[in-house]
């Protein structure tokens, strides 16, 4: 897939996630604010995406209780499993905000070499195969 010109908003994910940096983006998943259809039974069952349908809100680092047990769980096993920091991606949204966030997301996931995206399970681009450094992407 190769990066598009602009990312839609409802590509972060309420944890801090971008989902077009996910492997499983499309690939059936459609992304966690836009659609449940190719959802593994795991991902229907997050406890962060149960907890802000329950409280009405999109992300969690506008929710009043931000960073409630479970986003410190969830951070703590993203980093250990992929150096990915949920915490601190979510905690940008007060920030940052939802448009700048999503400017310097496409530009950490875009592969330097042929313009594709980087998935941050296996920090190798979607396209040409190649290999981002983790300290590219932190």
């Not at 409280?55 to 969830?74: A, D, L, T, V, W």
């Not at 940008?92 to 995206?117: F, H, L, N, Y």
Request: glycine letters at 10%.
């Amino acid at each position: 897939m190769k990066m598009p010109g602009e990312l839609d908003s409802k590509l972060l994910a309420p944890c801090g996630i971008n989902c077009i940096s996910c492997e499983k983006f499309q690939n059936p998943c459609g992304g966690c604010l836009i659609s449940d259809d190719g959802k593994s039974k795991a991902s229907l069952k997050c406890k962060i995406k149960t907890c802000f349908d329950k409280k009405n809100f999109i992300y969690c680092g506008r929710c009043s209780e931000f960073p409630c047990p479970q986003m410190k769980k969830h951070s703590k096993k993203y980093i250990k499993r992929h150096g990915l920091d949920t915490l601190s991606s979510a905690k940008r949204i007060k920030t940052t905000g939802i448009g700048r966030m999503m400017a310097q997301d496409r530009e950490r996931w875009s592969c330097p070499e042929c313009g594709g995206v980087v998935k941050f399970q296996n920090k190798t681009c979607s396209e040409c195969g190649f290999k981002v450094g983790v300290s590219d992407i932190s």
